[in-house]
């Protein structure tokens, strides 16, 4: 079955430390989303990337970098200078309309989340 | 600028009872609209969406919404709930007159649904 798979479900961070949250989509999209949810706020968007090799700032970009190197994997990585990472966090993928190159009418698959909290 | 806000943190219903969750946004221009479900410790599944015509909207599990320009609402109904109906709902909007910006979301705060016996 095509979809997105996150990775681990569990993680946890010492002081200092940068984690790598992954997140793998065998549907063929182009464009990949980070998301992080805090009880209350809904989802706030971190980083976006349309294409490999190309990704965008979210609204909360700040002790966040990703990467694209491949157009099924759009890993996270949160630094140290991230001071409140605790948090649940969602990697989500949408199809292009390749003949109107106009995404944004579609909806976006999301994964089953990374759980992160601090030691 | 684009923003969507969901004035109810939680909704409680009996099972049988016809269910609405509201969301009201706005938008410089025309909207896309979605609403999605999520369960304890999943991601989001989506229900259903408006891009244009008809204002009433069909989706999953019974679900529809009912897409208002006057009033920049966009309430996701159901004429009957069940116990299993009881989630985490999101409501979403996209500014149809924003460039670029990769299908930027803009996701409301959820609303709780619960639905006793």
């Known amino acids: 079955d095509g979809g997105i798979t996150q990775s681990p479900k569990y993680l946890f961070r010492k002081e200092g430390q940068n984690v790598t949250l992954s997140c793998e989509q065998n549907l063929n999209h182009d464009a990949m989303y980070w998301y992080r949810q805090d009880p209350g706020q809904g989802l706030r968007l971190i980083y976006y990337s349309q294409i490999v090799n190309d990704f965008q700032k979210g609204d909360i970009a700040e002790g966040y970098s990703v990467s694209r190197e491949k157009k099924e994997s759009f890993p996270l990585t949160v630094t140290s200078a991230q001071k409140n990472p605790t948090a649940f966090y969602l990697c989500a993928s949408t199809p292009v309309d390749r003949l109107v190159s106009d995404y944004s009418n579609q909806p976006q698959h999301f994964g089953d989340g990374t759980r992160l909290s601090i030691l | ?117």
């Open chain 2, 1 to 117: 600028a684009q923003s969507v806000a969901q004035p109810e943190d939680q909704v409680n219903v009996a099972e049988g009872n016809p269910l609405t969750v509201k969301c009201t946004y706005s938008v410089s221009g025309n909207p896309y609209l979605f609403w999605y479900v999520q369960y304890p410790n999943r991601g989001l599944q989506f229900l259903l969406k408006y891009i244009t015509g008809d204002n009433l909207v069909k989706g999953s599990y019974g679900f529809e919404a009912e897409f208002n320009k006057s009033q920049t609402s966009f309430h996701l109904k159901k004429p009957s709930a069940l116990v299993s109906d009881s989630a985490l709902y999101f409501c979403a909007v996209r500014d149809i007159g924003l460039t670029g910006g990769g299908n930027k979301l803009t996701f409301g705060t959820g609303t709780q649904l619960k639905v006793e016996l």
